[in-house]
C-alpha cells in the first residue's frame, strides 16, 4: 500500500478491515477470504497471536498458562491442533498453534502490523471510514471499507478493584497480568484476589513457589478438576448430551457430586448458578492444595489497613505481595459506543446474537463472548455466519432483510438470568443454547434462496 | 463441514493416535537444475487405498509432482506402510488424513486414490482443500458430504468405469465430468499410462480459472 494523504479516504471498495490479529482476528480473516472478501486487518502490536503472545506488549498471560478447555474442544473446527499434543496445551502450544494457522491459510499477507485503529464510523449508509493512528512521524490514514469485523479480544483492560485503605497499602500490588514471572512469588507471603480461572491458577503456583499462599474470593465457583472419570471433563461433560434430557441432568449431578461436595467440605461457599451458566474453574489442584493446607481460603476482602488485610470473615494477613486476578473489562475504545449497543447505565454491549451491531448491518464483533467452552470453534461458527451474511447482503436485500428480522428474535434467547451479583460475567452465554442459535442462524445462511 | 457435523464429532472420542509415515519429496530435494520450484504452488498430499501407503506414490508420483514445483507428500494411514495398526475404521483413516494435511506448511492438494479416494473425499468435509482430486475411486460414502471451503475438484476414472453408477454419482454430486484413462486402477502408479495420467492431474492443478 502507498502512502495517502490525510485528506483524501482510499476507498477499498467491497474489502473488509478486520481489526486485530489475534485468535478470532486470523479465524476471521481466514473465513473471510474463504468467502471470496478481501480482507485488510489491523494489528496493533508487531506480532500475531493477540493475547497468547508473551511478545505482545499487552499480554495477559501470567505464568503456566495452559488451556483450562480440552483439546478436542477448543480446536479450530477445520484446522485440528495435532493430535500428539497433550490434553491442556500450553500457551505457548496455543501461538505455535495459531502461527501455523495462520502460515497455512496465508494469512500473514492480509495483516498490518503497528496498525492501531483510532477510530471508525459510518458513511455513505452501510460503508465505514477506518481511521488507522498514525505511527511516529506520518499522517493518520484514512480508508473506507464495505464492513468493519473487531476482534480485538476482551483481555485487555484489567480489571481493578479498590478496597477501602488499599492506597495505603505498603506492599506491591499487582494485576495478575503483570505478573509475567512466576519467580516474583518465591519466599514471599502472596494474597491472590479473584476466584476465576487464572486466580486459581496463579494461587496453585503460589502454593508450591511461594512461604505463605492466602486466596479470596467473594463468592461460590464450581470447582471441576481438568478430567472426569477417565476423560477430559468439558468432553466428559458434552458427551452427555447426546443422551436424553432427564439422564444427561442425572449423570451430571452424579460426576459433579463429589466436587461440590468437597468444595462444601472445605468450607467454601455453593455456587448461585449452574455449572454451564459461566466458566467453571477447571484446576484440579486446586482443592488439593487448599487440601494440604498450602492454599489458605478466605471470602471477600474487607479492606487494608497499614500492611494488613482484613477479610468479611475477621481474619487477617500480613502479604507482601497481592495479585488481582480480577479479571478484564471488555472495551471497544475504536466504535462509537451507540453502534455496539452500549446504553447508559452498563459498558457491556449488546449485540445481536452476539455478534452483530444493533445499528449498523455491517459491522459485527467475534469472540466477545464467554461460552464456557473453548471459544475458538465459537469464533469460527460466528465468522462462517457473518461472511456468508456480508455475501447475501450483497447478492440478496430481500433475503437480508428477513434474517436481520430472525437474529433480532433469536438474541433474546441467550441470556443468561442467573449472572448473580458478578458483573464481570455479563459476557457469559450458555454454550448448548448458543450454538443451537448458530445452527438456525446459518441454516437460514445457506438455505438455497426460494425461487 | 456443518456446525452438527462439528458438535457430533466433538462428542465422540477421538482415534488413538499413532506415528503416521509422511513420505515428503520437496522440489529441493531432487537436485535437479531443471526443475522448477513455485513456493506459491499449494502442496500435494496423497493417500491410497493400497496397503503400501505412501510407498505407492514413492517411486513416480512424489517425485514427478516435486519436479512440476509442488511440495509432494503422500501419508500411510494406521495399518499401511510402517504407520502402526490401530482401531478406528474410516473415521479414524479420514483423521490420520487430516492430521495429515495440517501437518504440511501450507494449505494442500488432496488426493486419493482407491479407497484412499473416500476417505479424503470425507476428510475434505472437515479441512478446507485447496483442490480434491479422486482418483479410481472405491467404496465411496453414498451420500458425499459437501467440502468446505469450496475447492475445485476432479474425479479420474478408468475408462471401463466412465459409465458406472459411481462415477455418475460422483459427477452429480461435485458437478464435474470426470477425466478418464485406460486401464485399471492399479496402472495408475506404473505402466505406460501412468505418467501421462499424472501430468494430466498436474495440469489441471496448474490451470487458472
Given amino acids: 500500500m502507498q502512502e495517502y494523504s490525510s485528506q483524501a479516504a482510499y476507498d477499498r471498495g467491497e474489502a473488509v478491515c478486520v481489526i486485530g490479529a489475534g485468535a478470532s482476528g486470523l479465524i476471521a480473516v481466514k473465513n473471510l477470504r474463504e468467502n471470496g472478501f478481501e480482507v485488510d486487518c489491523y494489528e496493533r502490536d508487531t506480532v500475531l497471536g493477540g493475547l497468547w503472545n508473551p511478545q505482545n506488549q499487552h499480554s495477559p498471560l501470567y505464568p503456566n498458562t495452559h488451556l483450562v478447555t480440552s483439546r478436542s474442544q477448543t480446536e479450530i473446527p477445520d484446522y485440528p491442533m495435532p493430535d500428539h499434543w497433550p490434553d491442556y496445551p500450553s500457551a505457548a502450544r496455543m501461538l505455535e498453534y495459531l502461527k501455523g494457522y495462520a502460515a497455512h491459510f496465508g494469512l500473514a499477507e492480509h495483516i498490518w502490523y503497528g496498525s492501531e485503529i483510532s477510530h471508525i464510523e459510518p458513511v455513505e449508509g452501510s460503508r465505514f471510514e477506518v481511521v488507522v493512528k498514525p505511527a511516529a512521524g506520518s499522517a493518520a490514514r484514512r480508508l473506507r471499507y464495505g464492513a468493519v469485523i473487531v476482534a480485538t479480544g476482551h483481555h485487555w483492560v484489567p480489571n481493578l478493584p479498590s478496597y477501602p485503605g488499599q492506597d495505603l497499602f505498603r506492599g506491591t500490588v499487582l494485576h495478575s497480568s503483570q505478573l509475567k514471572d512466576g519467580s516474583r512469588l518465591r519466599g514471599k507471603s502472596v494474597l491472590v484476589v479473584g476466584g476465576g480461572n487464572s486466580g486459581i491458577d496463579i494461587a496453585c503456583e503460589a502454593a508450591v513457589n511461594a512461604d505463605r499462599c492466602v486466596h479470596s474470593v467473594r463468592r461460590g465457583y464450581w470447582y471441576l478438576p481438568k478430567y472426569l472419570g477417565g476423560e477430559p471433563a468439558d468432553y466428559a461433560l458434552a458427551r452427555l448430551h447426546n443422551r436424553p434430557r432427564w439422564i444427561r441432568s442425572l449423570l451430571t449431578n452424579r460426576i459433579l457430586k463429589g466436587h461440590r461436595h468437597l468444595s462444601a467440605r472445605m468450607g467454601m461457599e455453593a455456587p448461585d448458578h449452574s455449572h454451564t451458566d459461566e466458566e467453571p474453574i477447571r484446576n484440579g489442584r486446586y482443592l488439593e492444595h487448599v487440601g494440604d493446607g498450602s492454599i489458605e481460603h478466605r471470602p471477600e476482602i474487607a479492606h487494608f489497613e497499614g500492611g494488613e488485610v482484613a477479610f468479611a470473615d475477621g481474619e487477617t494477613v500480613r502479604p507482601d505481595v497481592v495479585v488481582f486476578a480480577t479479571g478484564y473489562k471488555p472495551k471497544i475504545g475504536c466504535v462509537p459506543a451507540g453502534l455496539l449497543g452500549v446504553d447508559g447505565e452498563s459498558e457491556y454491549p449488546k449485540l445481536l446474537a452476539r455478534m452483530f451491531s444493533p445499528r449498523v448491518e455491517t459491522l459485527a464483533v467475534a469472540g466477545l463472548i464467554e461460552p464456557g467452552v473453548g471459544v475458538l470453534p465459537i469464533v469460527h461458527w460466528q465468522t462462517h455466519a457473518i461472511s456468508h451474511w456480508l455475501n447475501i447482503r450483497k447478492g440478496d436485500p430481500e433475503r437480508a432483510a428477513n434474517f436481520r428480522q430472525q437474529v433480532v428474535s433469536e438474541s433474546a434467547q441467550y441470556e443468561v438470568d442467573s449472572t448473580g451479583i458478578s458483573p464481570r460475567h455479563r459476557l457469559a452465554v450458555d454454550a448448548e443454547e448458543y450454538l443451537a442459535g448458530l445452527v438456525r442462524i446459518i441454516d437460514t445462511l445457506e438455505q438455497e434462496p426460494a425461487k | ?209
Fill in chain 2, 1 to 209: 463441514m456443518s456446525l452438527q457435523a462439528w458438535v457430533r464429532r466433538t462428542r465422540t472420542p477421538e482415534p488413538a493416535a499413532v506415528e503416521r509415515e509422511i513420505a515428503v519429496i520437496e522440489p529441493a530435494d531432487l537436485f535437479d537444475f531443471e526443475a522448477q520450484d513455485d513456493p506459491d504452488a499449494s502442496p500435494v498430499l496423497c493417500c491410497t487405498g493400497d496397503g503400501a501407503g505412501a510407498a505407492a506414490f514413492g517411486v513416480l508420483w512424489l517425485k514427478r509432482i516435486a519436479g512440476s514445483g509442488r511440495y509432494a507428500a503422500a501419508v500411510s494411514v494406521r495399518g499401511q506402510g510402517n504407520t502402526p495398526a490401530a482401531p478406528g475404521g474410516v473415521e479414524a483413516y479420514v483423521h490420520d488424513v487430516v492430521q495429515a494435511a495440517i501437518a504440511i506448511p501450507r494449505r494442500a492438494v488432496l488426493v486419493g486414490h482407491g479407497r484412499g479416494a473416500a476417505w479424503t473425499a470425507l476428510a475434505a468435509a472437515r479441512y478446507p482443500a485447496d483442490a480434491l482430486v479422486l482418483v479410481a475411486p472405491q467404496k465411496l460414502p453414498k451420500s458425499l458430504p459437501k467440502p468446505v471451503g469450496d475447492p475445485r475438484v476432479l474425479l479420474v476414472v478408468s475408462e471401463s468405469e466412465a459409465q458406472s453408477k459411481q462415477t455418475q454419482a460422483v459427477t452429480d454430486a461435485y458437478g464435474v465430468a470426470p477425466l478418464t484413462f485406460p486401464g485399471a486402477s492399479e496402472d495408475v502408479f506404473k505402466g505406460p499410462g501412468a505418467e501421462g495420467l499424472l501430468d494430466a492431474i498436474l495440469s489441471w492443478l496448474n490451470r487458472k480459472d
